[in-house]
Nanobody, 118 residues
Framework: QVQLVESGGGLVQAGGSLRLSCAAS????????MGWYRQVPGKQRDLVAT???????LYADSVKGRFTISRDNAQNTVYLQMNSLTPEDTAVYYC????????????WGKGTLVTVSS
């Protein structure tokens, strides 16, 4: 099993920045892909960005150029630097991890709330 713990959420004004962190523990050596998803109440959980152990990165179109995902393999930690935030970025952000480079995610964190005020 793998445990994921997110941190770094909070309240920020539009145009501001936040950095999310997610630390993996347990059998983290099995992880290939890590990433971030977000969910607004009443809507589906959507991909934000993912990164594989080989540094292949995928971004949602809505965050390209504003968000940057990075990873410290030695620390089993993934980060999400979010710049130029808008109220539409308000959501609960979930860290996720997978044993495979493609397909569904195997493990999920509990989520951290990001609120962007206008």
């Amino acid at each position: 099993q793998v445990q994921l713990v997110e941190s770094g959420g909070g309240l920020v004004q539009a145009g501001g920045s936040l950095r999310l962190s997610c630390a993996a523990s347990g059998n983290s050596f099995t992880i290939n892909r890590m990433g971030w998803y977000r969910q607004v109440p009443g809507k589906q959980r959507d991909l934000v960005a993912t990164i594989t152990s080989g540094r292949f990165i995928l971004y949602a179109d809505s965050v390209k150029g504003r968000f940057t995902i990075s990873r410290d393999n030695a620390q089993n930690t993934v980060y999400l630097q979010m710049n130029s935030l808008t109220p539409e970025d308000t959501a609960v952000y979930y860290c996720a991890a997978a044993q495979r480079a493609v397909g569904y995610m195997d493990y999920w964190g509990k989520g951290t709330l990001v609120t962007v005020s206008s």
